[in-house]
T-cell receptor, first 116, second 114 residues
Framework: DTGVSQDPRHKITKRGQNVTFRCDPI?????LYWYRQTLGQGPEFLTY????????KSRLLSDRFSAERPKGSFSTLEIQRTEQGDSAMYLC??????????????FGPGTRLTVL | KNQVEQSPQSLIILEGKNCTLQ??????????LRWYKQDTGRGPVSLTI?????NTKSNGRYTATLDADTKQSSLHITASQLSDSASYIC?????????????FGKGTKLSVKP
C-alpha cells in the first residue's frame, strides 16, 4: 500500500488522558499536514511540516497539542489532558510537488478520537 | 472574511440521475479551487483542481465549472452510481497564502439510492 496510513483508526479515551496518533505519508512526499474534522464540517488545518521542520501551526493547535516529524518521514500528533471537545476525526495528508500552490494533498483514512 | 459556502447541505437522488452541487466563495485573492470526494469514515480524495483561467474540467463522470467573476463553482455528476454516495467538499486556496490558507467548505452529502 503506497498511500498515506494512519494509526490507530479509532481511539476511545477518558477525559484527562494523553493520546498519540501516528501518520506515515507517501514515501517520496516531503510535506505533511494534520487536520481535524468534526461531524458535518470540512477539515480544519492544524499544522504543516516540510521535511522535519514544522513551518505552520494553526491557532486551533492549543498548548495541549504537539506534533513532531523527527526524521522527516512519519509524524506523530499528541494531545495531552484530552477534553470532550477534542472528539473528532484527525486527518493526515502529504504532498510532494515543488509548486506548493497547486500540489495535491493525499489524505489518510483518519483517526477517529472519542473522549468520554 | 474568506469563506466557502456549499449547497445543498444534503441531496438524495436515484441511481442513474444527474446532479449538480454548488460552491460559492469569498476567498480573495484567489489561487485555485478543488473538489474533494470523501467517503464515510475515509479521508478526502481530490477530484479536480481549477485555477483562475480554467472554466471547465472533467474527470470521468465528474465535471467541475468555475466562474471566477462571480466566485462560483459547480460539480456536475452524470449518470450517478451508488458508489457516488459521499460528501463532496469544495476547497479554495488564496493566492500567496500559507499552507494553512486552504479554506474548506462544509461539504454536500450526496446519497444515491437504487
Amino acid at each position: 500500500d503506497t498511500g498515506v496510513s494512519q494509526d490507530p483508526r479509532h481511539k476511545i479515551t477518558k477525559r484527562g488522558q494523553n493520546v498519540t496518533f501516528r501518520c506515515d505519508p507517501i514515501s517520496e512526499h516531503n510535506r505533511l499536514y494534520w487536520y481535524r474534522q468534526t461531524l458535518g464540517q470540512g477539515p480544519e488545518f492544524l499544522t504543516y511540516f516540510q521535511n522535519e521542520a514544522q513551518l505552520e501551526k494553526s491557532r486551533l493547535l492549543s498548548d495541549r497539542f504537539s506534533a513532531e516529524r523527527p526524521k522527516g518521514s512519519f509524524s506523530t500528533l499528541e494531545i495531552q489532558r484530552t477534553e470532550q471537545g477534542d472528539s473528532a476525526m484527525y486527518l493526515c495528508a502529504s504532498s510532494g510537488m515543488w509548486d506548493t500552490s497547486t500540489d495535491t494533498q493525499y489524505f489518510g483514512p483518519g483517526t477517529r478520537l472519542t473522549v468520554l | 472574511k474568506n469563506q466557502v459556502e456549499q449547497s445543498p447541505q444534503s441531496l438524495i437522488i436515484l441511481e442513474g440521475k444527474n446532479c449538480t452541487l454548488q460552491c460559492n466563495y469569498t476567498v480573495s485573492p484567489f489561487s485555485n479551487l478543488r473538489w474533494y470526494k470523501q467517503d464515510t469514515g475515509r479521508g478526502p480524495v481530490s477530484l479536480t483542481i481549477m485555477t483562475f483561467s480554467e472554466n471547465t474540467k472533467s474527470n470521468g463522470r465528474y465535471t467541475a465549472t468555475l466562474d471566477a467573476d462571480t466566485k462560483q463553482s459547480s460539480l456536475h455528476i452524470t449518470a450517478s452510481q451508488l458508489s457516488d454516495s459521499a460528501s463532496y467538499i469544495c476547497v479554495v486556496r488564496d493566492y500567496g497564502g500559507s499552507q494553512g490558507n486552504l479554506i474548506f467548505g462544509k461539504g454536500t452529502k450526496l446519497s444515491v439510492k437504487p
